[in-house]
Every structure is written in C-alpha cells, then in structure tokens.
C-alpha cells in the first residue's frame, strides 16, 4: 500500500522523524510492530527496509529513522508529499495484562524508536511508564517525544552504569519491563529483569530479506522446550520473552 | 481462444510462473498479501530427510539489484512438514499449484522421502521436485548437481519409485553443467528447474568481516539474470526436456526474455521478499502481452530467439 509522507522533521544530525498519512496501516498497527519501506523505485536498493513504528495519531503513523547508510541517506531527500510504498504493520508487538499498573521502557539510543508508542497506549491506559535511555549522550533524541511530561525519564550514562540504573528503577516497584536497543544492551536489561524476577521483553532486531516470513533470512536462537531453535525475527518477533532469547549460544 | 496453460511432461498448470522454494514460504503466508489462485504453482521450501536448524545469521546481505543468501535449508524436517505443515498448504492452494520439494544426502534418502511425500500426498499436490543443489555431507556441495552418473542414478532410482511428475533442481554453477544436464535429459524427468545463482561475497566494512555468517552464498535476483538468461539458452540447446528457468525475474519481460531463450517456464524467487504480490503483476502482465499480440499461447514463444 502507499503512505503518503506529510511531515519531516529532523531530530538529531543523523535521526529524523517521517509522518506518514496510510489509515489503514495506523489503524491496524500496534506497539512493538513494525513496516517495511521500499526506499524507490529501483531495483537498488533492492530490499525494503524494516522500520520500528515510532508513534499512531489517527490516521498517521510517524517513524524515528537513524541515517546509517544508502537506504536511510536516501530517505532524508524525500519531501512531503511523496508516496511511499509500505507493508505493515508487521509482526508481533509487546503485550502486557490489564492487572500489571507500572512498566519500565528501556531504550537504547535509536532503539527507543519503538517504545514511544507503547508508552501511547500505556498512558492511554492510565499505566505509569518509566523511561530509563542509554547513553545519555544520545539524550537528543528525546526531543522526538510527543509527551515526555506524561512520563517520569532517567537516564544511564552508557552500558557500564546501566545495570545500576536499572536496578534502582526496578526498586521502585515496576511490574513489567520492555525494552529495544542494541543486543548487548537488551542482554544487560534481560539479565538484571530476570535477576529481580521482573518479566521482561526485547524487541529484536536482525537483518531482514521479507519481513514477512518467506525467507527465514532472519533467524534468531530462541530457547522452547525442545531446545535451542531459530525463529523468525518478522514473524514470531520482533518482541520476544527476555528469558527466551539467547545471545550467544547458536546451533 | 487465448490459453495460458502451460505442460511440463506430466505435469499441467494454469500458467507457466511458479513461486521458488525457499522464496515462497508455504504459500500460505503469502495469502494476506496477494492473490494465491494467481501462481501456476508455488514449490514449497525444501524438505530434508532430517529436520535443519539451518545457518548461523546473519544469512542475508544486500549487493546491487539481488542478495546473497545463506539460510542453510532449514526446515522443520518431514514429520512435522507431513503433520503441520501440508494441511495449511493444502487449505491456500489447488492440486495442480503445489510442488513438493525434497533433499536428502544419498539416494536412498531422497527415495524415501519421495515415496512418503506420493503415500501421503500424492492424490493432492502436482509434482515432486528433487532440489540437488543442497549441500551433501559425503560428496561436497552440491555432488548431485555436478557428476553426471550420480545425477543419473537418482533420477531413475526416484523415477522408479513414484509416479508423480519430476522435476530435478540442479545448479548451473558447475562447469560441467550441460553434461550433467544431458545426463538429467537421458535418465528422463519431467522438467529440468535451473537455479542460477553464481557464488558471491560481501564484506561488512564496519565489522571488517565477511557480512554473511557462511562468508559466501549464492547471489540471487536481478542482478543475476543475465547470466541465468545464458545458462538457458545454452542448455535450450543441449536437452529435450522443458525448462524451468529462475534467476532474477522480476517482471513479465524478464520471464518473457527467459522463454525467449528456451524457458518453457520460470521461477520467481527472491523478487516476492520485495513485492509480495509480483507474481500475480507478471501473469497479468503476460496475459495483457498475449493480447495485444494476438497469440492464443506462449508455447510458440519457448526458444524462440534461437529460430
Ligand atoms: C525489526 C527492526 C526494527 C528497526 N527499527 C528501526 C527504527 O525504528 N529506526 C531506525 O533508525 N532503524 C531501525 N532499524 C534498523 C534499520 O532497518 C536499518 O538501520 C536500515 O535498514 C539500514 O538501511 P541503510 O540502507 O541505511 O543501511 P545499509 O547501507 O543497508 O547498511 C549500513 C550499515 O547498517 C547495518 N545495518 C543494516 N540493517 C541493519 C539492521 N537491521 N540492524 C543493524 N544494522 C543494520 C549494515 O550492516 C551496514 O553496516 C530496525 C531494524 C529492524 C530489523
Ligand atoms: C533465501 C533463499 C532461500 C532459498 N531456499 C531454497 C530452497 O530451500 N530450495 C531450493 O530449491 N531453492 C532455494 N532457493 C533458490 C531459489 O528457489 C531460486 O532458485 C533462486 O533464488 C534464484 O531465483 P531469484 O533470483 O528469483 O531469487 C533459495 C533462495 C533464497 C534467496
Ligand atoms: S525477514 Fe524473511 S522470514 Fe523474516
């Protein structure tokens, strides 16, 4: 389907946020899920790009987009107006139950890109949502928050004082912790939930071919009861169990 | 009347555009995104004899106009496939589009999942295709794909055992292809499936290591059609049996072209991870060409450029 591009704003020197006007997509979307965008025309960039879905208002959806190389540069030279082709919204998002009041977001740098809807509807909800961002230097980012008031924000320095960020953040009674950001930062946040007994779930990211569970390009170690198996970071993720995923033991 | 129809030996389906293994799912994935009824037949992912927890990731790197891949066929192994897997297919597709693939290590294990795949489900699916361009512990990459002999034997050892149409997925990478192609043509099988994908290499530049968990990988997509188109004509002229060519189509032109040079009909692999609903656009596309061209079917149109 097409997504018109209405707003383009730019956050930091490398992170712009795109709205994007596509009634269908926002109204089927939910927190945790994500799209996959067809950078142009060409056959190169060949694969579409998968992107976290950053915000739902109405009939728009709106990403945090990081420039790291041809695809993302190429889309900081796309003007409101153009129409962009787009599936989604794909994939497994987070959940929590109806019971669970206090939730802690764990965002890493970029990574924050798919918290900020969760932390919507939880407020939306009348949950209490606790941000915790690593590194602080990145703190930039923020500024991308339509409603950084309705939360209560903190900050790690970098991974080394994450843990005890974490833990203090946990102390203050949190029932549910999500989080997204690079690998070693979601284990560390993994590691310290699991250790005060605190479900915890981490949005996975893993290159991707189809997004939409074709390829098995993006497979991922995950423990079941059988052992040690691939799953599909598309389809059965992005949003996976802390105590499901494991970082280094493969097959 | 126009007809689209399209006979590879045994086997008829409604039009000569078939989703590749691997690149297709179980079709039924796909069902939320196009119009199913659309595919002459979708080859389901490769079935081995034992399940395959399939390569480390990262296995998919982007190069110009294609991939390089390196899932490692992983696939939750027959049980499961028989169980799970071949109802939901059952329920998404027509008899006449579903196309059973299958990879063992020695012949016996090819044969036996052959005879099991017609025990179960031979009254409900189209054809068998054997993909011998797996890897094969004993014999090395892809040992049915390049020695003549072994291709032969498994051809008429499968052959013997099942009644069902045959198609045999071997790998143009060899030197020796058109030999072995020969070989396929002699032991008889009902199509012959091309996958053409050349070795290839990506280096992260970040990382400084090989961006693949495998380091290399068959390329796949456009960026590789025309040395599939080649392969092809080449081997258009070397054998009898049809041809089923893959290797970067992306449009009807591009499966257009690849009958051109001798395909009777094609596979469409990795373009569906881009645009889900692409087969559909290419029948459409080969319809309306039909039409304004006044031709009642595309069988007049296989090899033609070689006349
Ligand atoms: C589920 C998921 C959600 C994502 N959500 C967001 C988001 O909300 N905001 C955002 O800015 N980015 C997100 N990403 C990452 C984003 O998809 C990549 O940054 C983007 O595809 C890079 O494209 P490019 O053409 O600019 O870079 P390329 O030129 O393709 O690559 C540049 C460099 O980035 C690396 N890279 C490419 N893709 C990824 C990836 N998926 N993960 C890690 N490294 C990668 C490459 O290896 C290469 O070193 C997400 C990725 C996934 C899998
Ligand atoms: C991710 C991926 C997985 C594949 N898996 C299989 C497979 O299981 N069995 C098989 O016979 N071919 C497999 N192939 C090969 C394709 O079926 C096809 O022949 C090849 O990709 C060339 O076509 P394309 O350029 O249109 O992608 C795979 C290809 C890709 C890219
Ligand atoms: S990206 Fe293709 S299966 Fe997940």
Redesign the pocket.
Known sequence: MLAKLIEFRSVTER?ALYVFDCPELARAASPGQ?VELK?NDCLD?F?R??????DVEGDTFS?????????????TRWKPGVEVDVLGPL?KGFSWSEKEETFALVGGG??M??LNFLARRLLEQGKQVHLLFSPKRDSQLLNALPQPERMDISFAENRTALPAALNALLAKGIDRVFC?G?DGLMEIVAKTSMANNIPCQL??????AC?IGICLG?AIAIRTEQGLTYKK??KD??VFEAEEVSFHEEH | MKNIKTKLGQAEFRNPVLGASGCTGYAYELESYTDLSRYGAVTLKTVTYTPRHGNHP?RI??VPAGIISSIGLQNPGPDVFFDDTMPKVIDALDRDQIIVSVAGDTIEEYVELCCRTSQRYGEKIAALEINAACPNVRFGVGYFSRDPQAAFDLIETVKSAVSLPVFFKFNTNFENYLEVASAIDEAGVDALYTSNTPLGLKI????RRP?IGNVVGPICGPAIRPIGMLRVWNLYQKVKMPIIASGGVYTWEDALEYMLAGAAAVGVGSAQFVQPDVVKHIVDGLERYMERESLDSLTSLVGAAHR
């Open positions: 992170d994500i950078i960039p694969l790009r998968p992107l976290s879905i950053f990403l945090l987009v990081r420039t790291v190389g041809r695809g993302t540069e190429y889309m994939g970029v990574g890109a798919s997204c690079p949005s996975m990211e893993r290159h991707m997004g993006c970071a598309c993720g992005p | 990262e790197a982007e992260n530049i970040r990382t961006a």
